[in-house]
Nanobody, 123 residues
Framework: VQLQASGGGLVQAGGSLTLSCADS????????LGWFRQAPGKERELVSAIGYRGGNSYYADSVKGRFTISRDNAKNTVYLQMNNLKPEDTANYYC?????????????????WGQGTLVTVSS
């Protein structure tokens, strides 16, 4: 599986970014998908997840109302729209493919991982 995440960068607080992650080697339309992040010195955390049909989603409390996860199964791609970014959102963001169709929050339930894209939010 080759997952390519993109869309990270440097943005001022209050700004927006859209991350995308495409799988070039296999279809992921039957898998739940997730976005994790890891800031320096902190543990990896699940930011958002979406079921295989896209109808169900999960958001960490810290990003509710600001981030939106979506997927385009025809394009084998998952997105994370991030609005009203805060300095505490600064981290490496990783997309991941779950072993399951539904939403799962445990990192060990995800079998394939992208390489990460860095998001830096300045104050």
């Amino acid at each position: 599986v080759q997952l390519q995440a993109s869309g990270g960068g440097l943005v001022q607080a209050g700004g927006s970014l859209t991350l995308s992650c495409a799988d070039s080697r296999r279809t992921i339309s039957n898998n739940g998908l997730g976005w994790f992040r890891q800031a320096p010195g902190k543990e990896r955390e699940l930011v958002s997840a979406i079921g295989y049909r896209g109808g169900n989603s999960y958001y960490a409390d810290s990003v509710k109302g600001r981030f939106t996860i979506s997927r385009d199964n025809a394009k084998n791609t998952v997105y994370l729209q991030m609005n009203n970014l805060k300095p505490e959102d600064t981290a490496n963001y990783y997309c991941a493919v779950s072993r399951y169709r539904g939403i799962t929050s445990r990192a060990e339930d995800y079998q394939y991982w992208g390489q990460g894209t860095l998001v830096t939010v300045s104050s």
